[in-house]
């Protein structure tokens, strides 16, 4: 799998990096510790070396540490912080990223992080600047070897002018592209390693004529029907490789965050990426139709 230099960090990771969102669930029935490691397994043993998580998304961080924690030189491990999930804390306490942290390298069975990212907090809580003071202090203890931000908009804006962030994870995709423009500009003066969140905008395209039922998938649902890409109309497959590509073909894209609970997918999306680089000709198209249709309020995807 092609790697590609993170930023101004000694990372080199994989262009398709795992999304631990959707394994997370407090059910066994619905992911067992058995399928994330087949899983996680057939995703290393295939090239992939970027596992991402968040401390919020339930049991993810526990299911990634008791599937690969004995292959932890095989990848690198990125985390988020800054919601309760389960301490009697607000979002935000200093005290609580600091507790959170602790957690996170229990469940992941490791002594340290790769990269841990603010989790979309507002522009107002960075300029109060003891969220980023704890991530410092973090990696100053080891606990993790650099810190990021991981939001849109305006605050992701004001994370990158600060200088401090050595990565950031945004939202990048063919129904999601103000970013594109307001905000990688900044991040790549910076040197700051760029992740894709959402690179296949849920696939909101496949439910046909119904909005999805999943929040963040129906508001990309309603914006392809305006946007009213030629290539979504056809197979399937092919406009997911379409998708996947525009994404990795956006300048200073280092990798993009995929989920999945199935532990077949990730064949095929090294598949979708045989095909090669997407050709200018289309990028530009989809640039220049998202250029004509996008509307004030298609922001980027908190």
């Not at 905000?183 to 439910?207: C, D, F, H, T, Y």
Request: aromatic fraction near 8%; hydrophobic fraction near 35%.
């Amino acid at each position: 799998m092609e790697k590609r230099k993170f930023g101004k960090t000694d990372m080199n990771v994989s262009v398709l990096g795992f999304g631990g969102a959707e394994i997370g669930s407090l059910d066994p029935k619905n992911t067992s510790d058995k399928t994330v490691e087949q899983l996680l397994g057939r995703a290393l043993d295939a090239g992939l070396n970027v596992i991402d998580t968040a401390e919020c998304y339930e049991n993810s961080e526990e299911l990634i540490g008791n599937a690969v924690s004995h292959r932890r030189d095989d990848y690198y491990l990125f985390t988020k912080c800054g919601h309760p999930a389960g301490f009697n804390l607000e979002e935000w306490d200093p005290k609580l990223l600091t507790l959170s942290i602790e957690r996170s390298l229990q469940r992941l069975k490791t002594d340290h992080i790769d990269l841990i990212h603010l989790h979309s907090c507002s522009e107002e809580v960075l300029k109060r600047g003891d969220v980023i003071e704890v991530l410092q202090k973090a990696k100053e203890a080891g606990k993790t070897r650099y810190i990021g931000y991981s939001g849109e908009n305006e605050a992701a804006l004001y994370a990158v002018n600060t200088g401090v962030f050595d990565s950031l994870q945004t939202s990048i995709n063919i129904a999601d592209q103000r970013g594109i423009d307001l905000i990688l500009p900044e991040a790549r003066k910076q040197g700051m390693g760029i992740i894709a969140k959402r690179p296949l905008a849920n696939v909101a395209w496949g439910s046909g004529l119904n909005p999805p039922d999943n929040n963040y998938a129906q508001e990309y649902w309603e914006r392809l029907r305006k946007l009213d890409y030629n290539f979504l109309v056809g197979d399937l497959n092919d406009a997911v490789a379409t998708a996947l590509r525009f994404t990795l073909s956006i300048p200073d894209v280092c990798t993009a965050i995929v989920g999945t609970s199935n532990p077949d997918r990730w064949l095929q999306n090294i598949r979708y990426l045989e095909k090669g680089p997407l050709a200018a000709g289309i990028i530009r198209e989809i640039r220049e139709q998202w250029s004509k249709v996008f509307e004030e309020n298609w922001i980027g995807q908190v």
